[in-house]
Nanobody, 115 residues
């Protein structure tokens, strides 16, 4: 069974930084793509950033230049470094891993950005 466990969320002031981590029960290179999504109250879940097995990254326009996704193959973790946080970044952040047509989700971690 595949498990993804997020950590690192919390409360931060606007302009601050947070680092999210996602620990996997399987090797991260077993996933075609791993990524971070977020969902704010009353809104649909949206893509934040993804990284492929080969290290190619993709970011939502709203976070480009501020967020960085990375992968540690030895520790089986995927991280999201979030800088210059804005109030609109407030959401529950979910880790996702995809293998073929199957997607796996973590339980989510809350990020709250205050003004």
């Amino acid at each position: 069974q595949v498990q993804l466990v997020e950590s690192g969320g919390g409360l931060v002031q606007a302009g601050g930084s947070l680092r999210l981590s996602c620990a996997t029960s399987r090797s991260v290179i077993e996933f075609d793509t791993m990524g971070w999504y977020r969902q704010a109250p009353g809104k649909q879940r949206e893509l934040v950033a993804t990284i492929t097995r080969f290290g190619a990254t993709n970011y939502a326009d709203s976070v480009k230049g501020r967020f960085t996704i990375s992968r540690d193959n030895a520790k089986n973790t995927v991280s999201l470094q979030m800088n210059s946080l804005k109030r609109e970044d407030t959401s529950i952040y979910y880790c996702n891993g995809r293998r073929g047509v199957t997607g796996y989700w973590g339980q989510g971690t809350q990020v709250t950005v205050s003004s």
